[in-house]
């Protein structure tokens, strides 16, 4: 090797070294340097001069060194301290979300925001936390929290002479003998100004006054009128709704298109399937008309809204004998009644007098105690203790307790509840602030 190549293999070594140093320096020189601002600040906290601490803790954690979260720390109690004065609550709250946001980020870290939230009611801060840290952690101190805080609770203020079980985050209501829409809050979209109104769906809902049958937007402008002569409408879902013309029941679009297919009686479609009769039996019809249930039972147990199959799931009944079909196989037990399954969970069925709920596998998983029973609907059921309705969570235990004189099961984070002063919606504070049940 010539002396050149020697020379330039030394220059290289040194030059690393250099920086090996340099970078050493550099390191020893953050540590040293957030110390010297924790020393100061430290001092100051011991004085109770705390109003100038802080700034200095600030410095201190813009090093990121190992003990940068122990400082982090001692920054929040300071900006609890000052809550109150201009300007903390955004820092405490900024702090806390930085801390959150990290890869590692602690449960206790979830814990302590989610708190702070609840404290000063801001419910929907403290439901995003919760989702966020127990998808993050799966701690089961924020499950335990937030399992505890989910049923919060609004009803609104105005009365209805009735409200229908609620869809796509629409509810059906009558005052005075006239029908409406209201959103799940219980605000009203379009008044009671219809002698009959479907459920909404696809922007529209199909409304009659007179003889008349048309269908409206959501502010309750006509949009299409039906020429056919129909008499009578069921619910509209699946861009199908039902109509009831020259004696039997027709599917039609939301363009008033008709289809071949007629029945004796037909039920609201769900998931592209409708409880139809035919032949005086009861069976089970998609939107292609194939029966996926064959038509040979006295009766498909349907909901309010006409509902009967859901989770691959139906009951059927023959006689006095309800049985549930799961995939056209019958599963479990034989019941004395019934109610549908909803999209999740399970079905409210009827022993020896008494309501509990089985799954899809014909499984009791909540035993039979209740005068009635609901089906459950987004993570809550609805059940009759003695004289009241109460609303019970998939653990079976009682979380809306306010006893109502009936209830009905949730849809879209609301509930119509009859109370002394007329019908209202109940509304979970999640469900409208975050737009969703975990």
Known sequence: MNRFKIMMIILVCVVLLAVSWLVAITAKSDVDKQADFVSQAEELIRDGVIIRAYPLLEEAIL?????????????KKIYLELIEQTGFRRKYVELLEKQMSREDAHSDVFMEAAEYHLS????????????DGIEKTGSKQLIDLYEQERYVYRINRTNYDLVMTGYNSYFQIQTDGLWGLARSDGSVIIPCQFDKISTFSMGMA?????NEIFAVDRNGNRILKLHANATDFGSFSDNRVTLSMDG??????????????????????????AAAKQNGKWGVV????????PAEYDEIIMDELGRSYSQ????????????????????????EDARPFGDEYYAAVKKNGLWGFIDTTGNVVINYQYEDALSFGQHLAAVKVGEFWVYINVRGKVVIEDE???????????????????????????FITIGGLF
């Open 404 to 430: 109502f004189l009936e209830a009905k099961s949730f849809s879209g984070g609301s509930a119509p509840v009859l109370t002394d002063g007329g019908w209202r919606i109940l509304s979970l504070v999640e």
């Open 120 to 131: 000063i009611r801001r419910h929907a801060d403290a439901f995003e936390v919760l989702r």
């Open 63 to 75: 090093y990121d060194t190992d003990d940068s979260l122990r400082i982090e720390n001692m920054l």
């Open 312 to 335: 691959s799931a139906v009951f059927v009944k023959n006689g006095n004998n309800v049985t549930l079909l799961v995939d056209g196989e019958q599963v479990g037990d034989v019941y």
């Open 286 to 293: 998609n939107l292609s008309s194939e029966w996926i249930v």
């Open 206 to 210: 199909v409304a009659k006054n007179g």
């Open 248 to 273: 039997a029941w027709h599917r039609a679009t939301s363009e008033f298109e008709f289809g071949a297919a007629t029945f004796e009686e037909i039920g609201m479609h769900n998931g592209g399937n």
